[in-house]
Nanobody, 117 residues
Framework: QVQLVESGGGLVQPGGSLRLSCAASVSIASFASMGWYRQAPGKQRDLVALIDRTSSTNYANSVKGRFTISRDNAKNTIYLQMNSLKPEDTAVYYC???????????WGQGTQVTVSS
């Protein structure tokens, strides 16, 4: 049973920083990729950042240069360092893990990030 548990969300002022964590109940090396998605009220869930098992990364254009995704295989955890936060970054952030064989996707419960003065 795969469980993903996010933490680190909260309220921050514009220009501030937060670091999200996603701890997996299994070895993250078993996943082809892991990532962060976000969903604002009334909007679809969108990709924020991806990292694969080789630590290759991919980012949404809206967060490039501000957010950094990373992984710690020893702790079975991935992170999302968010800097220069903007009000439009406000959303529920979800951790995702994907396996190729069999094709399987897993989601965390989400953590709220609110950027407001």
């Amino acid at each position: 049973q795969v469980q993903l548990v996010e933490s680190g969300g909260g309220l921050v002022q514009p220009g501030g920083s937060l670091r999200l964590s996603c701890a997996a109940s299994v070895s993250i090396a078993s996943f082809a990729s892991m990532g962060w998605y976000r969903q604002a009220p009334g909007k679809q869930r969108d990709l924020v950042a991806l990292i694969d098992r080789t630590s290759s990364t991919n980012y949404a254009n809206s967060v490039k240069g501000r957010f950094t995704i990373s992984r710690d295989n020893a702790k079975n955890t991935i992170y999302l360092q968010m800097n220069s936060l903007k009000p439009e970054d406000t959303a529920v952030y979800y951790c995702n893990a994907y396996r190729n064989f069999p094709p399987s996707a897993y989601w965390g419960q989400g953590t709220q990030v609110t950027v407001s003065s």
